[in-house]
């Protein structure tokens, strides 16, 4: 069957907004490009998380009936699917379950993030074979929450105060916290290196490399420059925790970051025991898929470079951050510099099918949504958001809060249906050599 004229055209918008987005690494690392879009055509959602900015070309031509002037410039995440959640250990030394992966933060209204979380849900949920009626409910489950803990931030002068731990959390998320209690940090060790003359040191293999001399100078140069950019509190003050022990360079192939060079050091840690040293990764950050669609002259200013953006942005959406988060440059290129750490831990999305299941886990990810958002604001270190958004999303949605989750879950599940369609027109276009990717 010949595509219809509506579908041509729409094919061309998806091929036009994907290229322009991606025309750079596409140019540079074609090949990691052909993985990254096969593993988008593997599956609707697949496809919906790496295509950010063509969901951002679309949502922001969306008329916005739940915004106003203070509510449409907040941080927002920038890319809320269902598997940007999972756990980590606070600078606090508290296991908590929250929102991961700030690459794409910025400036923007907050029904953004919830509308590509809505969408991301549907997706998820359609993929199970659940019911429209279940899946609305799901959704709107999400926004229900998110509003709640709002609420609570109007009453409560300590944004930051609210996590999802070990003796709060509830069904799956409790599971995976306590899947996160397990992990040993010297697994993560023993993965990645192995003791040769009485010291660790990165093995080679699964991406990693030895670096020339010259390289390996450049990115300790860019590591001492890193240093100061850690915040006075979060500096650790042992003298051996920042020697580095060893350094090697990797590429990432996945859907978000394809074909980067990224670098890994080995820290002695906090002690020179062997299995206390840490890693760190060094990770080059991207331009965001929202700014390529809304104002961004006054928040690009408020930057050094996308780095340092992302960096911010994370401090001031995940309250206590990784103690290492911070950032350089090599060659006038920013790299967010961070721990990889042995606990993360992602839900286990495969193995959620009930609809009760799913929906104890949607309502603590509403509340950790808007976490994220009202920890963001004129109390976090940053000055971008000189407002309370707890008062800036109540005022906006005050008088219709069960319209405006009709609102999203209706938005959502109409985005997830094309998506859908734009999967298989997507498919369709890299099979045909649409995206100047020769298959090999």
Not at 74 to 90: A, K, P
């Amino acid at each position: 069957m010949s595509p219809s004229r509506s579908d041509s055209a729409r094919t061309r918008v998806v091929v036009d907004v994907l290229r322009d987005a991606f025309a750079e690494g596409m140019e540079r690392v074609p090949t990691a490009y052909r993985t990254k879009f096969r593993s988008m055509a593997h599956d609707p959602h697949s496809f919906y998380r790496g295509s950010a900015p063509l969901f951002y070309r679309d949502v922001t031509r969306l008329e916005a009936p739940w915004v106003d002037e203070r509510s449409s410039r907040i941080w927002v995440h920038g890319d809320l699917h269902v598997e940007n959640f999972g756990t980590y250990l606070d600078s606090a030394g508290r296991l908590v379950f929250d929102v991961n992966d700030f690459d794409e933060a910025y400036v923007g209204h907050y029904t953004w993030d919830l509308l590509r979380f809505a969408a991301s849900l549907a997706l998820v949920a359609w993929q199970k074979a659940l019911p429209d009626e279940k899946v609305r409910g799901l959704v709107e489950a999400y926004v229900r929450a998110y509003l709640r803990q709002v609420n609570h931030y109007l009453d409560t002068p300590d944004d930051t105060e609210f996590a999802l731990l070990l003796d709060n959390a509830k069904g799956p998320v409790l599971d995976v916290l306590h899947r996160a209690r397990e992990t040993r940090r010297v697994d993560l060790l023993d993965s990645m290196t192995v003791v040769e003359d009485h010291q660790r040191v990165f093995t080679e293999g699964d991406g990693r490399r030895r670096l020339s001399k010259a390289d390996r100078a450049k990115v300790l140069d860019a590591f001492e420059r890193y240093l100061p950019t850690v915040p006075e509190d979060k500096r650790s003050h042992i003298p051996v925790f920042y020697d580095v022990r060893d350094v090697a360079s990797t590429r990432t192939h996945g859907i978000g970051s394809a074909g980067q060079t990224s670098y890994v050091l080995l820290l002695e840690g906090h002690s020179q025991a062997l299995e206390n040293d840490a890693v760190v990764q060094m990770k080059q950050a991207s331009v965001p898929a929202l700014s390529r669609f809304v104002d961004s002259e006054a928040i690009e200013a408020a930057f050094e470079h996308e780095a340092h953006r992302t960096v911010v942005s994370q401090r001031a959406l995940q309250a206590h951050t990784d103690s290492l988060l911070g950032h350089t440059t090599i060659d006038g290129v920013g790299y967010v510099v961070s721990e990889i750490s042995p606990y993360e831990v992602d839900l286990p999305w495969a193995d959620l099918t009930e609809p009760d299941e799913i929906g104890v886990v949607v309502r603590q990810l509403g509340q950790a949504t808007a976490k994220i958002h009202c920890a963001s604001d004129e109390d976090s270190h940053q000055d971008l958001v000189d407002f309370q958004v707890e008062e800036a999303v109540a005022a906006s949605v005050e008088g219709g809060r069960t319209e405006f989750c009709e609102w999203v879950a209706a938005r959502g599940m109409e985005y997830a249906a094309q998506v859908r369609t734009d999967h298989a027109l997507f498919v369709e276009a890299f099979r045909a050599g649409g995206f100047g990717l020769d298959a090999v």
